[in-house]
C-alpha cells in the first residue's frame, strides 16, 4: 500500500470518526432538556469530534496532492 492509499485510508476513518461523534453532539443538544444550561456531554462530544473531522480533511486533502505527484496519473 503507497502512501497516497494510506493517508487517504486513514483520513477518511478519522473523517468518519468525526462526523459521528460530531453527529452525537448535535444529537445529545437537539434532545436534552431546555433548561437553559450548558450540556457538558454535548460539549464533550463536540470538543473530541472536531479536530478528528480536521485531520482528517487534511490527510485527505494531502493523499489527493501525493495522487497528483505519483507517476501513475497521467500528466500532459
Known sequence: ??????????GGILLAVGGLL?????????TSDPDGGANIGAGVLLFLGQPLAYI???LLVVSL?????SDRFPQH
Not at 2 to 10: H, M, V
Not at 22 to 30: K, M, Y
Open 1 to 10: 500500500m503507497n502512501s497516497s492509499r494510506l493517508a487517504c485510508l486513514i
Open 22 to 30: 460530531c453527529g452525537g453532539a448535535f444529537l445529545a443538544e437537539v
Open 56 to 58: 482528517g480533511v487534511v
Open 65 to 69: 496532492m501525493l495522487f497528483a505527484r
